[in-house]
């Protein structure tokens, strides 16, 4: 990605300002409420399918709300080898894939990132040919891609796979894809993103049933509809496009993050914090907002676009199965798993979107939570008090479950695992010392989780 992270005052690269996937660690001194307001970042979840969305685009798309982690670097850096200008200033992108100079995404930058692999779709779409490396599984489990590839088939597409290698390409003199109807066996937000984007500049009609209705989902939906694209339906399980010969260029503004919200509203309910968060839209955080009610946190819509949490007297105990949208998102079932291991009860956590999404359950009891696992399903008995120990993130959302314990910790937790965090959340640790967290991000040889730094004072804001 040209033109890393500019300062805008200086108009020079910064470097605070640009993520790094670093081996530093956290430290959080336990025990302290939170208490302002916390700025939500725009949607990881929208911004890199939309990005991978611009290549449907053959002009200029200014993309407004972009937030700041090392994956969307990363999709930048997919789309920059694809031969597409791809130019960031602050939290703005502007991206011009009207000359896409090749169909094959690199290997290495794909199986880092698996949402790059949404690109095929579009590529398809553009060009008729596409060699898209395939993303392989990661922590939370095997991440397959037969959904997508099924429904590319079902559109024309030629598709081998291998080397680890997806080889796709539409045959026919004009090697355009055709209109199909198309049922997933799944409600993968994933293939539906893929499958649309393809969709939009098929010929004819596709129909995807049984498709993800996230509102990530609907925002792509919205940003292809601005360039043009004619689709009904998103939201919904059944999403119904008609195909036209070109979109066009575009200026749109992303969704705020309703998982970054999400965990800053259970950081605030552990730490017994009365904190505002905005922008974000409700009625994405409905069954969010519905479970921490049922464990006993005090939640007001204050304004259309903000939400107040307020001190929780008690917290009890609540079960949670996690499912596709509209149901409990998976990407907060392991923030929600260290809030409900200090409260009243016994509760049951059922993971039913992932195989392999609870390991975070092992790391919350080294900080003496009491969490028993038996396949997908967590038993996890309350206890009044967690205490401080080195923990490690294991993926992006086990990591943001132990900074959520640990700011309710006794004592001090040491957090390793940040190339996770950093790819997801957009300067988690700086939003949280704003909210007056006592938190601070160290380079991992100047951390030594067996004594409290003498030197570092916890007060000291931290040195991105
Ligand atoms: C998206 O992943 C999100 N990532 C995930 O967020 C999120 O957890 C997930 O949707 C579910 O909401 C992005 O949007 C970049 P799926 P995706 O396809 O599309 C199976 C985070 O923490 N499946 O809906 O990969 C799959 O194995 C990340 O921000 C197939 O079997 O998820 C899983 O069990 C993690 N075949 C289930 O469907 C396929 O072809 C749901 O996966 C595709 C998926």
Known sequence: MEGRLINPSSGLPDAKLSPVADSSVLQIWGGHPLHGHVRISGAKNSALVIMA?????????????????????????????????????????????????????PYELVTQLRASFFAIGPILARLGVAQMPLPGGCAIGARPVDLHVRGLQAMGAEVQIEHGICNAYVPGKNRRLKGAKIYLDIPSVGATETLMMAATLAEGETIIEN?????????????????????????????????????????????????????????????????????????????????????GVPIVEEAPDSLRLLPAERLVAADIETMPHPGFPTDMQAPFMALLAIAEGDSLINETVFENRLRHASELNRLGADIRVKGNTAFVRGVPLLSGAPVIGTDLRAAAALVVAGLAANGKTTIQGLRYLDRGYDRLDLKLLELGAKIQRLPAAGADPEVAPTTINPEASISS
């Open 53 to 105: 969305g611009t290549l449907l685009c053959s002009g200029d798309c200014h993309i407004r709300n972009v937030p700041l982690l090392v994956d969307v670097d990363r999709m930048g850096q997919v789309l920059s080898a694809l031969g597409v200008s791809v130019q960031r200033n602050g939290d703005i992108l502007d991206i011009n894939a009207s000359n896409i100079t090749s169909s094959k995404a």
């Open 211 to 295: 498709a993800a209705r996230e509102p990530e989902v609907v925002d792509l939906a919205n940003f292809c509809i601005a360039m043009g694209a004619k689709i009904q339906g998103a939201g919904t399980s059944t999403i119904t496009i008609d195909g036209v010969p070109k979109l066009h260029s575009i200026d749109y503004t992303i969704i705020p993050d309703r998982i970054e919200a999400g965990t800053f509203l259970v950081a605030g309910a552990i730490t017994r914090s009365d904190i505002l968060l905005s922008p974000v839209v409700p009625e994405h955080l409905v069954p969010v907002i519905a479970k921490l009610r049922e464990i």
